[in-house]
Structure formats: structure tokens, C-alpha cells
């Protein structure tokens, strides 16, 4: 799945606090042992709002995206000046590098927008060094966030009108079995938590004007009846559009190294 139409809003939008990517980013360093002759690779690069603290510390950062639109956006936050930074067009599933040739593998938000995210998993393996570290993070509300209670509700109605939405392929728990499949030791860190305050209306506007994927499939007059429908049960629900309500999200990595053996023998 492309995200050349929201490149241009994609960090506007999906903001992480910024003194929640330094600490995502010491995190990383720290657990994978990363030094100067670290070559990292993410899987998604997208914009790089994990990659460019680490182009502008001087690691050797590679990334790969399917979206033209989201790494050019990169490059011009990186500048010219970034030589250690390389970026590819390419699948994650089909990864244009030598085996065993990156230490540090970092994906974030990814897996579950690719169908076939086991041959992307098989694919990093091979790729990692068999010494190296596979990273994964997330950013998600915590329980009981009425953020996560407003979308809930929306993909009850959308459903109810009869659209089926894009299913989440890779979650978070499939991908660490599979991972233990593949001969992997896992660790898992809650690296920050951080509170924002938004409206009901924002969230409603959001799905409005398509900036999330989920509601890209989503027919013009679906997605507008069900905009109607958010608007009388957010109303209902908390007295106004306007009401000041407050998020709580949290920023959770995991870190795999592979048994030497399961790495060196080929994927199947």
C-alpha cells in the first residue's frame, strides 16, 4: 500500500512528540550496540521520522519504501549533505540487499499493511547480519483512550453499512510468534507515554478527508453517512463536538536477535 497521496500531511498528521523520538532512537542505539560502522536498514522508511535522528547522528542508514512521494519527503528534511543515507524503491517482501549484509533492522507501523508480512519477516532475516537486531515499534493508545473509542465506533457503522475495511494483516502478537518461529529471542520495552488533547471533531474531520488508510475504500456516500452518524453519538456521547478530551498514547519496541544457527540456514 502506497502513501503517496498523504506524503505531503503524513508528519503533520501522525505527530509523535519529539522528545519521544530521542528517546526511541537512545533506546535503539543502546539495545542493538549500534557504534559508527552500524549499517541500519528500515523497512518502510516513509517520511523518516524514526531514520533522521539516526542520518543526522552519521549512522550508514538504508531504507526502502514503495512510496516515490513519502522518501522524497525524507530527502528534503535530510538535505543534500545526508551521503549516509540511501534510499530505494522497493518491497518489503523483495529486498534488493546481499544476505547477512545490515546489523540493525528497524521497522515501524508496517506489518500490518502488508499481506504477505511473513516473506517481508523471512526477507529481513535473511538480510540481517547473524549477529544483527530486528526492531520493531509501534505508537498506540493505552486503554480506555476515547481516541480509540471514537474510531472503534466508526468502524462499527462503516461495517454496518455494508463495507468491509481493510484488514490489519501482520498485528503486533502474530508477528512475535512468527518471529519465535524463525528462531527468535525477543524483548520488549515501553519506551515513553505521552498525553495529548484533541476534540471529537478532529477525529471526525480526519476520517472526513481520508487522511487515514482505513478510509480510503471507504465509498464517498458511506463515508459520509457515517460522518452523520459519528456526529449524533459523538454528541450524545460527550455533550459536543467541542469537548476537550484527552489521549493517551505510549511508544512500545520490541528487539529480536536469531539464534546463529536458524539465521545462517536458508528462509523457506
Same mark, same amino acid.
Given at each position: 500500500m502506497s502513501f503517496d497521496r498523504v506524503a505531503h500531511i503524513y508528519d503533520a498528521t501522525r505527530a509523535i512528540p519529539e522528545d519521544v523520538i530521542d528517546k526511541v532512537v537512545h533506546r535503539v542505539a543502546t539495545v542493538t550496540n549500534a557504534?559508527?560502522?552500524?549499517? &541500519? #536498514?528500515?523497512?518502510?522508511?516513509?517520511?523518516?521520522?524514526?531514520a533522521l535522528p539516526f542520518i543526522q547522528a552519521g549512522y550508514t542508514y538504508s531504507g526502502v519504501d514503495i512510496s516515490d512521494e513519502m522518501m522524497a519527503q525524507l530527502r528534503t528534511k535530510a538535505g543534500e549533505k545526508a551521503?549516509? #543515507?540511501?534510499? +530505494?524503491?522497493?518491497?518489503?517482501?523483495? $529486498?534488493? &540487499?546481499?544476505?547477512?549484509?545490515?546489523?540493525?533492522? %528497524? +521497522? %515501524?507501523? $508496517?506489518?500490518?499493511?502488508?499481506?504477505?508480512?511473513?516473506v517481508a519477516l523471512r526477507?529481513?532475516?535473511?538480510v540481517l547480519h547473524p549477529d544483527g537486531y530486528f526492531v520493531m515499534g509501534r505508537d498506540s493508545p493505552v486503554t480506555d483512550d476515547p481516541g480509540e473509542e471514537i474510531?472503534?465506533?466508526?468502524?462499527?457503522?462503516?461495517?454496518?453499512?455494508?463495507?468491509?475495511?481493510?484488514?490489519?494483516?501482520?498485528?503486533?502478537?502474530? %508477528?512475535?510468534?512468527? $518471529?519465535?518461529?524463525?528462531?527468535?529471542?525477543i524483548g520488549t520495552f515501553r519506551v515513553a507515554s505521552w498525553s495529548r488533547e484533541f476534540r471529537p471533531k478532529d477525529l471526525l474531520d480526519e476520517q472526513r478527508n481520508r487522511i487515514f488508510s482505513l478510509s480510503w475504500d471507504v465509498p464517498d456516500v458511506v463515508l459520509e453517512e457515517v460522518?452523520?452518524?459519528?456526529?449524533?453519538?459523538? +454528541?450524545?456521547?460527550?455533550?459536543?463536538?467541542?469537548?476537550? $478530551?484527552?489521549?493517551?498514547?505510549? &511508544? #512500545?519496541l520490541s528487539v529480536t536477535r536469531f539464534d546463529r544457527q536458524a539465521v545462517a540456514a536458508p528462509a523457506t
Amino acid at each position: 500500500m502506497s502513501f503517496d497521496r498523504v506524503a505531503h500531511i503524513y508528519d503533520a498528521t501522525r505527530a509523535i512528540p519529539e522528545d519521544v523520538i530521542d528517546k526511541v532512537v537512545h533506546r535503539v542505539a543502546t539495545v542493538t550496540n549500534a557504534g559508527p560502522d552500524s549499517r &541500519f #536498514l528500515e523497512m518502510g522508511i516513509g517520511t523518516g521520522r524514526i531514520a533522521l535522528p539516526f542520518i543526522q547522528a552519521g549512522y550508514t542508514y538504508s531504507g526502502v519504501d514503495i512510496s516515490d512521494e513519502m522518501m522524497a519527503q525524507l530527502r528534503t528534511k535530510a538535505g543534500e549533505k545526508a551521503c549516509n #543515507l540511501t534510499l +530505494t524503491h522497493a518491497d518489503v517482501t523483495d $529486498l534488493p &540487499f546481499p544476505d547477512h549484509c545490515m546489523d540493525v533492522i %528497524v +521497522t %515501524v507501523h $508496517l506489518l500490518h499493511l502488508v499481506p504477505d508480512w511473513r516473506v517481508a519477516l523471512r526477507e529481513a532475516r535473511r538480510v540481517l547480519h547473524p549477529d544483527g537486531y530486528f526492531v520493531m515499534g509501534r505508537d498506540s493508545p493505552v486503554t480506555d483512550d476515547p481516541g480509540e473509542e471514537i474510531r472503534r465506533q466508526w468502524h462499527t457503522l462503516v461495517a454496518a453499512a455494508g463495507v468491509a475495511l481493510r484488514p490489519s494483516y501482520g498485528s503486533w502478537d502474530a %508477528v512475535h510468534e512468527e $518471529l519465535t518461529n524463525l528462531g527468535g529471542r525477543i524483548g520488549t520495552f515501553r519506551v515513553a507515554s505521552w498525553s495529548r488533547e484533541f476534540r471529537p471533531k478532529d477525529l471526525l474531520d480526519e476520517q472526513r478527508n481520508r487522511i487515514f488508510s482505513l478510509s480510503w475504500d471507504v465509498p464517498d456516500v458511506v463515508l459520509e453517512e457515517v460522518n452523520q452518524q459519528m456526529e449524533v453519538w459523538a +454528541t450524545d456521547r460527550y455533550g459536543t463536538m467541542e469537548a476537550p $478530551l484527552e489521549s493517551h498514547e505510549e &511508544f #512500545l519496541l520490541s528487539v529480536t536477535r536469531f539464534d546463529r544457527q536458524a539465521v545462517a540456514a536458508p528462509a523457506t
